[in-house]
């Protein structure tokens, strides 16, 4: 296998949050001159040590620049990133960029505490009432008979008692 260039991770305001673009350079199988079988990614947790298979690709012509989009495991904001190449006999060449997050973004469910905030003031808010189509009227005429027990309504009151 041919030695390999380093993934480099690109980060992109315009993806979501633990999603990254990872660029390298194929590498080929038996020098430069075929292709290698496929292309592993994969992502080790740096604190509990888990690892997670992101992908699996087939790789494109040596020396040609790839580009995939993998998404960093919720609650594991730093490990490293495995591009793992394998020929078809089972040879393997890897290359590892090291990944950290923000807490906020790796862990979206990580609760934080801050100073007390002041409420709303009384009658200060926007008045709660029904909205579009969650306005009724008094009687809605059905266009079949309703069931009530004991005996049968063609029209109905909603709120209205028994």
Do not use: C
Request: net charge neutral.
């Amino acid at each position: 296998m041919a030695s390999r260039s380093l993934p480099t991770p690109v980060y992109s305001s315009s993806l979501r949050l633990r999603r990254l673009e990872l660029r390298w350079t194929e590498a080929g199988d038996d020098g430069t001159t075929s292709r290698a079988s496929f292309d592993e990614i994969r992502f080790t947790d740096s604190v509990a040590g888990k690892q997670f298979r992101l992908t699996t690709v087939r790789p494109l012509d040596p020396g040609t620049e790839r580009t995939v989009f993998v998404s960093i495991p919720v609650r594991h904001p730093t490990g490293q990133l495995s591009l793992r190449t394998f020929d078809n006999i089972g040879n393997t060449s890897t290359a590892t960029v090291n990944i950290a997050l923000a807490i906020d973004v790796g862990d979206p469910y990580t609760v934080t505490l801050g100073p007390k905030g002041t409420m709303t003031a009384n009658n200060s808010g926007v008045a709660v009432g029904p909205r579009g189509d969650d306005v009724t009227s008094e009687h809605i005429s059905l266009p079949f008979p309703f069931l009530y027990t004991p005996k049968a309504f063609a029209n109905f009151s909603p709120g209205v008692g028994a």
